[in-house]
T-cell receptor, first 109, second 113 residues
């Protein structure tokens, strides 16, 4: 089993839709979690961090369920510009940071 | 904007050549990383450093080597490039502690003919 697993996608949604991605992790000692966004052929950029039960930033909500060891990302009112790959990232508590394989989102007009 | 820079952005080179991909950051971060990513695929950690004169290999075996003589500089070297090395190489640094955010450079896209 991979240390970080994400919904494989791709997700194809119309503009205005609400879409949710899930990410499960295996290291129960992990304390912080991140969602990164990566556009095609670009570097990953931080979207949201999650340290407690959840975080909300505009149309984006990240939730953490420690008991079940998963993090979710909810995007409301999807825009064309939200089309990207979303990476779930879990620091291991050492110096490594584990990236999920990513979930690709396509938002269509 | 993150202050982490990679050069060259694009490199096309012949088999057998020695190459060095440069990575510099001006944020004073101790931890730096090199990831390799093929188009549409996931990132793989190939090297990391937690400070000057400390380097470690990552999860993905790589024929490249790294050095960390100065905090701000973390170059990656391939002694003899091969077509199998064609990929994008992303450098990153991390804020303090081990729960910090990763900041990425724009990447170096290497093509070996």
């Amino acid at each position: 089993r991979k240390e970080v697993e994400q919904d494989p996608g791709p997700f194809n949604v119309p503009e205005g839709a609400t879409v949710a991605f899930n990410c499960t992790y295996s290291n129960s000692a992990s304390q912080s979690f991140f969602w990164y966004r990566q556009d095609c052929r670009k570097e990953p950029k931080l979207l949201m961090s999650v340290y407690s039960s959840g975080n909300e930033d505009g149309r984006f909500t990240a939730q953490l369920n420690r008991a079940s060891q998963y993090i979710s990302l909810l995007i409301r009112d999807s825009k064309l510009s939200d089309s990207a790959t979303y990476l779930c990232v879990v620091p291991t508590g050492g110096f490594k940071t584990i990236f999920g394989a990513g979930t690709r989102l396509f938002v269509k007009a | 904007e993150a202050d982490i820079y990679q050069t060259p952005r694009y490199l096309v080179i012949g088999t057998g050549k020695k190459i060095t991909l440069e990575c510099s950051q001006t944020m004073g971060h101790d931890k730096m990383y090199w990831y390799q990513q093929d188009p549409g695929m996931e990132l793989h950690l190939i090297h990391y450093s937690y400070g000057v004169n400390s380097t470690e290999k990552g999860d993905l075996s790589s024929e490249s080597t790294v050095s960390r003589i100065r905090t701000e500089h973390f170059p990656l070297t391939l002694e003899s490039a091969r077509p199998s090395h064609t990929s994008q190489y992303l450098c990153a640094s991390m804020t303090g502690g081990y729960t910090g955010e990763l900041f990425f450079g724009e990447g170096s896209r290497l093509t070996v003919l």
